[in-house]
């Protein structure tokens, strides 16, 4: 029996067809554009690991993991200086959250509620 006769038994592909309906097999695609844009599929409720991976280097990449992960202190005081350093950091915290909630799926949203964007993350 060569491979073709195997490939086109009604038996064989009633069982693959039937099988993979049981046990989907969840495929990430993973691509990076030519501007270095990291394109991957959102969170879902079954596909956290490769989410949570695609996810970290899309903020690394973009200069926000500090603001997720490691603890940047809020800068103070009431210079212009200070109020200038104020504002981006609370514009890195929100624009990294916009990139997260970007990438959920509708089901993820309700845990994107916080403002703060470790706080997202933790609650993934």
Known sequence: ?????????????????????????????????????????????????????????????????????TKVAKPEGDTNTAKKAIAEYEMKLRQARARMIRRVTASQLPHMKDPNPRKVWMEL
């Open 1 to 69: 029996m060569d491979v073709s006769t195997v490939l086109t038994c009604p038996l064989i592909l009633f069982i693959s067809h039937f099988l993979i309906d049981l046990y989907p097999i969840a495929v990430t695609t993973v691509t990076m554009s030519k501007d270095r844009n990291l394109t991957f599929a959102p969170l879902t409720d079954g596909n956290y690991a490769e989410w949570e991976i695609c996810m970290e280097v899309d903020l690394v990449d973009k200069g926000l993991w500090e603001y997720v992960f």
